[in-house]
């Protein structure tokens, strides 16, 4: 494999080639665009390590037999405001993108509806499905569990998953909308494998070492190594709170038993949990209210006075939709880490390169 | 006034004081029964920052006309699985409870409900609402939104409110729920002045300056610096996600339209907005099993080994608990601080002060 490069192409071009692979691997044509979508939106965003990056890892599963490409997740239970969906082990985009359309739909019949999903896979980026539902007026939270790899305070070891929370509020019809994704950790798993490639020491509130104590040495990262939760109890019990949601509530596998998509024997299930609201605006508040509501508290942050060397306070999500807007313009420049395993995709699964 | 000294008495003692008070201040046995119970709750919790001790300065607002002790809060718009309440401007403490009883009866038909609140008042322990569905078997979530006292990343000075998020998950009919109620900001402001009356430096991570840089400075705090927000972009991005829905979507007031209960025109009401969420468990999965898998992770926690020093991992709100249940057991000692205002209290309406 020749070594790669960074790579600048537009968006179209990007998902083509992730429906083409899905394809290639088996998918049908709206099971593998529902990924594409994802996985381009993510990276459109700037959010490479959630991206089409993963494809390539998510399909090694698949030809091991440990996720499908066949099933078709459906509503296993549900009430008026809430469902269980069964994902039957297909990719975590898709389960993942059937409940949050589920819970859209019963949300715009009793207000605000949840919707849970178990037998489901790893998801990429929690913010893709809040963005779902603020796409539709809506406002939208979306959370899944994980294998532990955070510690709680006082923990010799990892306790919780890094447990995604994220959220999205629509802010009118041209604008785009608030959008937070974030770890329950202090940095994402994929911040202190970047410091340690590059041969950068790390800070000593991102990690703890085996004997549960603060380390700045990455290569213990994650064999050796927990991450911190976010603001100590802080974000540990905002884990936990996921764990409820996604996990308990839900039927899924729950902390040690869910498998790591990355880790464990691809011939097995992940069993994964998540776990989707979303708030029908409309049906609360009239339209023109609820924007200048919003747009209120919007240009007052907009407005707000900023430190030396500061421009203007943003707004969760703000820096991904300029992204965005730039790459729409420009072509997204994917860079050499995502080319690298974009390129061993079409190598191991036949298909043009991305760059061609 | 001679100097107040702490004192341990019966929990009904504290809950008759605080009941006796509100009557003699006007209100009728059901809103002073409601408001003892929160402000006893919270007190035997060992949160005292969030209990009695507010009962003096709500008064002071009472008497000067800016909160009603007798207006009832309704419900002023709904739909099957949400309904708006107009707080009428009563007391948060009794706004937030007819919120969440509404959310714990809605969701009791439709699985889950989410409740607002407009034109109500601050409501002390986020956590006691949460609590009143846990306590029913249901996972009960709470949140509030507050005039600005806290920074975003690069802000001059404070930007949201430090909006508290709590939630709440029953464990089984034996055990205590477990609970977690956190401010978005680092510390809470209490803490701040805590420290600043022990004559105390604080860390550079919980306040910034006018300069809006960290400082050590306790004394600027709050007319001359903002609090951290927790884990910087996190934390603010949590807390405007609670001005979404507590504040957007309920039509409270917003941001620096609200007032501040403690320094602003006690004539005037203050315009907090809040909000509920309830999930109904047992409309989703069988007790047994419910049970089953919580208690799973509880147990699990329990288990997971510590660093040195430390006997076990805590749940979120196990430590209160742990207060309340020696409360029960042997009395609450109150602090002098908190008996302070008592003493004050029962001076300034009359009738017995509580530790007689």
Not at 70 to 77: D, E, G, L, M, Q
Request: charged share 15%; net charge negative; aromatic share 8%.
């Amino acid at each position: 494999m020749s070594e790669s490069k960074s790579v600048t192409l537009p968006l179209e071009q990007l998902h083509a080639f992730c429906q083409a692979a899905m394809e290639r691997a088996g998918a049908d044509n709206e099971y593998a665009r529902t990924v594409a979508d994802a996985l381009t939106m993510t990276d459109s965003w700037g959010t490479f390590t959630h991206g089409s990056k993963l494809l390539f890892d998510y399909l090694r599963r698949v030809k091991a037999g440990g996720m499908s490409l066949t099933n078709k997740p459906f509503v296993s239970r549900s009430g008026p405001a809430w469902a269980m969906v069964d994902g039957q082990n297909v990719m975590g985009q898709v389960a993942a993108t059937f409940a949050m359309r589920t819970a859209i739909e019963l949300a715009r019949t009793t207000g605000v509806a949840y919707v849970g999903v178990h037998n489901t896979n790893h998801f990429g980026a929690a913010g893709y499905y809040s963005w779902l539902a603020a796409e539709q007026g809506l406002i939208g939270m979306s959370m899944a569990n994980d294998i532990p790899s955070v510690a709680a305070p006082g923990s010799l070891r990892a306790v919780t998953g890094s447990n995604p929370l994220s959220y999205s509020i629509p802010t009118g019809p041209n604008s785009d909308p608030i959008l937070l994704d974030m770890a329950t950790s202090t940095v994402a798993g994929g911040k202190v494998y970047a410091a340690h490639q590059r041969g950068e020491p790390i800070p000593t509130t991102w990690i703890n070492g085996l004997d549960g104590l603060p380390t700045t040495d990455g290569s213990l990262y994650p064999l050796k190594a927990a991450l911190q939760p976010m603001s100590g109890a802080k974000g540990y019990g905002i884990s936990l709170m996921i764990e409820g949601l996604a996990g308990v509530l839900t039927g899924a596998a729950l902390t040690w038993q869910v498998g790591s998509w990355m880790f464990d024997d691809p011939t097995q299930p992940t069993r994964h949990g998540a776990a989707f609201l979303a708030f029908d605006v409309q049906a609360m508040m009239a339209p023109e209210e609820y924007e200048r509501r919003i747009r209120h508290v919007v240009d007052e942050i907009h407005a707000a006075p900023t430190i030396a060397g500061v421009d203007h306070i943003m707004l969760p999500g703000e820096r991904e939709w300029k992204h965005r807007h730039n790459a729409l313009a420009n072509g997204l420049t994917l860079p050499a880490d995502v080319v690298a395993k974009l390129d061993r995709l079409a190598d191991e699964w036949g298909g043009e390169r991305v760059e061609k």
